[in-house]
């Protein structure tokens, strides 16, 4: 790998969203980009593939402002070395050989209202790795040196990738649910990315008691990953369940971690009084509201709704230290960049378990 500037190459691989509005990526050659004031240039081993990067690369979110453009490279969960500085990039604490990460959020101001309240993941002017700024699919990338993420040193890059997006969001999404050790919750698509990791995040790393809920075949995923209970979508009436394994009082929070519509109609039915419904997944196609959550019950109960979007730049130090002390493992297994479009069509389907990260040395 370059680790000093006499070795970037003038040009590298990268994949990008060929036809926007479908499942496809091509492999082509890119110029190598030169950092600006403030900015690094990293040469990247490793990145996560995200059901977000799906979502941007098919256009099916409707959230999003805009068409993602044609040759978007995506990704936003990348792990490399810094190879080069920009101008003054050095008084931000970082030097080369650096290993570091790439978020969602590639970049923030800093300064708008939601910077300074410490939720720079929502910034009101961040950059979105990977939608209309260069991702991480790619072997270089420039990014800003004060928002890159330091990764502890004995957690291998293939590890840590995951965490940057998967990883930090579901930490930040337990947290917000308001749910203490000891208490039950109930995390919806238990055995995707985000979902394994949620579970063990949730069991070794705050004592929480979990029941998973997913597809039947993702049974020995979620319970390897520590759930005390597995409910399988073949379940006739999987609130009914929750409230027989909670005796009757149900959940503490409830955190959909699926982009499925059908979880978020059937979470307001798993919570306790004064528990949460926490929104995690990003459902395609057309917005629908949660249909079951009922203004009378929620306020009889003291109930509440939150989002979480991505966590903040300290949320994601906290969840990498936790994976380098072995809290959390990424179940995933490693392919090339010219597999994407496969991995994209597999996940499209439903059929992908944990995790996939690419190698792209």
């Known amino acids: 790998m370059a680790d000093t500037a006499a070795e970037i190459p003038k040009t590298y691989k990268a994949a990008v969203y060929d036809k926007p509005g479908s499942i496809s990526t091509k492999v082509t050659e890119l110029e190598t980009p030169e950092p600006g004031p403030g900015e690094v240039l990293i040469r990247l081993t490793h990145t996560g593939v995200c059901h977000s990067d799906l979502g941007v690369m098919t256009c099916s979110w409707k959230g999003l402002p805009l068409p993602t453009p044609e040759g978007q490279v995506g990704g936003h969960e990348g792990v490399?070395?810094?190879?080069?500085?920009?101008?003054?990039?050095?008084?931000?604490?970082?030097?080369?050989?650096?290993?570091?990460?790439?978020?969602?959020?590639?970049?923030?101001?800093?300064?708008?209202?939601?910077?300074?309240?410490g939720r720079d993941g929502v910034c009101f002017n961040g950059k979105i790795s990977g939608y209309f700024t260069p991702g991480t699919f790619q072997q270089y990338v420039v990014s800003p040196a004060n928002y890159v993420t330091p990764i502890p040193e004995n957690l291998d890059s293939a590890d840590a990738a995951p965490m940057l997006c998967a990883g930090v969001t579901v930490y930040s999404a337990l947290r917000k649910s308001g749910a203490q050790s000891g208490q039950w919750v109930v995390l919806l698509g238990a055995g995707g990315g985000l979902g394994h990791i949620a579970t063990q995040i949730a069991k070794n790393g705050m004592a929480m008691r979990v029941i998973g809920v997913d597809a039947d075949s993702k049974k020995s995923l979620v319970k390897d990953s520590g759930a005390e209970h597995f409910i399988g979508l073949s379940e006739k009436d999987i609130p009914a369940k929750v409230l027989e394994l909670t005796g009757g009082i149900g959940a503490q929070a409830a955190i959909v971690l699926t982009a499925a519509n059908a979880a978020y109609a059937s979470a307001p039915q798993m919570i306790k009084f004064g528990g949460t419904v926490v929104c995690v997944g990003l459902p395609e196609g057309d917005m629908k509201p949660i249909a079951t959550a009922f203004p009378q019950i929620l306020i009889a109960k003291e109930q509440k709704i939150v989002g979480v979007a991505v966590g903040s730049r300290k949320d994601a130090i906290d969840t990498l230290e936790m994976a380098s002390r072995g809290v959390v493992k990424t179940h995933f297994r490693t392919e090339k960049m010219e597999k994407l479009t496969e991995v994209f069509e597999e996940m499209h389907a439903g059929k992908l378990q944990g995790r996939v990260v690419l190698d792209l040395e």
């Open 80 to 117: 490399g070395k810094i190879v080069k500085l920009g101008a003054g990039s050095d008084e931000q604490g970082v030097k080369v050989g650096d290993r570091v990460g790439i978020k969602w959020m590639a970049g923030v101001c800093g300064n708008c209202p939601a910077c300074h309240e």
